[in-house]
């Protein structure tokens, strides 16, 4: 049973603030570049401490990208900073040809991903940028689960050599993994040991995991909790290792079920070791404006549809 | 000083290598890249400080972006022409396992390609972040990009357009192939450009217009300008007037050839009108 401390709680783009304002002490190759959301972005105070290494781009996003991507000529590590919709849908040719193809050593910092965004509404609320990016040949796709791990997986991104996707949100979300944490890109972090159930989550559904997680072994079901924070490149052993384990896995994330996290993981078990698998994620459909709650529950990724989705997969071994 | 008639020398044959490159694979954009032969003549072997033992980032020289990758073949030609790799290599343009992509890429480590190109509009914002990357390394060269005039049809050329007056982008010296040709014909009749000195102009850039860029002393005298007008705040746009399939005559003033190769006969036709001045690859 971990327990989670509901009083602490912080966003994950304050993570990815906090980890611009570390990266501007320790690397001065880093520079950031924003389409007028610094507030939404948490930069305010990269900006102060290095007036000389921001770049406002105003509301354009694609150029944005191609800037960045240019920035990297002459060594800069150059974070692009926008809503997630902005930027990877809106910009994704530009993504694929300056930065992608042209193996540009480029961040990508998305903020405000999924549905927990709230009321501005589906056209916000992008559930299709995992998909997008991981598609591309040579991006790292990484969705920390709180404001400790954004921290840290901002600085793994600038100390990572090639194009990285890094999708975080807009709410306070509580906080549980260590502040010190050694944040290695691609190593999955398991989280609590399991024999009946394995359960893969990433990004703000990691903490529905763990309190699944609870519930299932108050029904006395030990489930084993996966945080992969990096969907691409997969922690492929990490999964296999977890599923001979259990025989059955439940996948979690705020995302379509359709090219995420659960695709990937269906793939790689497909191949490796088949076992019956559940996809807690949105049901090949937009959001709508509500309250984060409201939405999770609405879209069924709220702890309770894990547990069901564990009962059935456990129920199909 | 300049030495016009060897420049021209090198003109005539890679005008050659276009028609030969295109020719040889049944494929490629023949129109534009002749039209341009002048420019990419006079940026490598005249006024870029450039090194042709390539390096990526580029710190220390002067640097070129081409967002119009479609013409291809003449980057390619003046690249391996100065140096840049082989001109045996010129033969496998469009081949498959070639480095010479039909449009230029990073991905298979050609020298003297800094990024990918071919979907439109996207190289000015590439140059200008490579120019503002080289104001933080204190680098004084300077960056120069290539835009087709169709190419203006993208928002993002507008975009970009506007942050390089914001922010005083004044170390790039952008040019627009003004040849009013685009794929589906001219492009007063496909899009209209308007005003597009007046257009520059009010988006905050240091314009000025080479009437002739076939012209190699006009050209080479509004590069000179165009380089006197940097650091003083402002991006610098050249307008260059340019026929597209300048040099072969069949070719001359039409968007037929855009991107259409010579047949075997067209070939030897074009070729006829061109002197070989360096020895075909």
């Given amino acids: 049973m971990i327990k989670i401390d509901y009083s602490n709680q912080k966003d994950t783009r304050s993570g990815f603030g906090a980890g611009m304002v570390e990266l501007g002490k320790t690397n001065p190759d880093v520079v950031a570049l924003c389409a007028d959301l610094i507030g939404s972005l948490k930069l305010d105070k990269f900006i102060e401490n290095h007036p000389e290494r921001f770049f406002q ?18 060594g800069k590590i150059p974070f692009a900073s926008t809503f997630a919709n902005f930027a990877t849908g809106r910009v994704y040719d530009q993504i694929r040809q300056s930065v992608a193809y042209s193996g540009k050593n480029v961040k990508i910092a998305a903020s405000h991903a999924g549905l927990t965004l709230g009321e501005d509404g589906a056209t916000h609320q992008i559930l299709e940028d995992i998909g997008l990016m991981q598609m591309l040949p040579g991006f790292t796709v990484i969705n920390p689960c709180d404001y400790n791990q954004t921290k840290a997986a901002t600085i793994a991104a600038a100390n990572h050599q090639g194009p990285v996707y890094l999708r975080f949100g807009r709410p306070k979300w509580p906080v549980f993994t260590p502040e010190d944490q050694e944040f290695v890109i691609g190593k999955a972090w398991k989280i609590s040991e399991g024999k009946d159930v394995s359960i893969f989550a990433t990004g703000h559904m990691v903490v529905k995991a763990i309190e699944a997680a609870n519930q299932l072994e108050e029904q006395g079901i030990s489930a084993e909790v996966i945080n992969i924070h990096t969907i691409k490149p997969l922690d492929r052993e990490a999964v296999i290792e977890s599923v001979r384990k259990t025989g059955c896995a439940v996948t979690a994330e705020e995302h379509q079920r359709l090219g995420g996290l659960g695709s990937a993981i269906a793939q790689v078990l497909a191949e490796e070791h088949p076992v019956p698998l559940s996809f807690v994620a949105v049901q090949d459909s937009f959001g709508e404006s509500g309250t984060t709650e409201q939405l999770l529950t609405k879209y069924g990724l709220q702890a309770s549809n894990i547990v069901e989705a564990a009962r059935s997969v456990i129920s199909r071994k | 000083m300049a030495d016009i008639q060897q420049l021209e020398r ?4 890679v005008r050659r290598d276009i028609i030969r490159e295109t020719h040889a694979c049944q ?17 490598y072997f005249e006024v870029m400080q450039h090194s042709p033992d390539f390096s990526m980032d580029g710190q220390g020289e002067d640097l070129f972006f081409l967002s119009n990758g479609h013409i291809s073949p003449v980057w390619y030609s003046v690249l391996a022409r100065s140096g840049y790799f082989p001109v045996s290599e010129l033969a496998t343009f469009r081949r498959l396992d070639s480095r010479l992509q039909g449009h230029p890429a990073t991905h298979e480590h050609l020298p003297g390609i800094r990024v990918a190109s071919g979907s439109l509009g996207q190289g000015m914002s590439v140059a200008i972040g490579a120019a503002l990357t080289k104001k933080l390394n204190g680098d004084d060269h300077l960056v120069y990009s290539l835009h087709g005039d169709g190419e203006l049809d993208e928002g993002q050329i507008w975009e970009a357009a506007m942050f390089a007056a914001h922010h005083k982008v004044d170390n790039l010296i952008s040019t627009v192939d003004l040849n009013g040709q685009q794929i589906d014909g001219p492009t007063e009749k496909v899009m209209s450009l308007g005003n597009v000195r007046a257009k520059w102009e009010a988006f905050g850039w240091d314009v000025i217009e080479c009437a002739d860029g076939n012209n190699m002393a006009q050209l080479l005298a509004s590069l000179a300008d165009a380089k006197t007008r940097t650091g003083k705040g402002k991006p610098v746009m050249i307008l260059m007037h340019t026929a597209m399939g300048k040099g072969v005559d069949f070719m001359e ?7 259409v190769a010579p047949n ?3 070939k030897e036709k074009a070729l006829a009108q061109l002197e070989e001045t360096l020895g075909d690859y």
């Fill in chain 1, 57 to 74: 781009c105003g509301i354009a996003e694609a150029n944005m990208i191609g800037i960045a991507a240019g920035l990297t000529i002459g």
């Fill in chain 2, 10 to 13: 090198i003109c005539s044959q």
């Fill in chain 2, 27 to 43: 494929s490629g954009h023949p129109g534009g890249s002749l039209g341009c032969t002048e420019f990419f003549v006079a940026l």
């Fill in chain 2, 253 to 259: 003033g039409t968007h037929h050839w855009h991107g």
């Fill in chain 2, 264 to 266: 075997d006969e067209q």
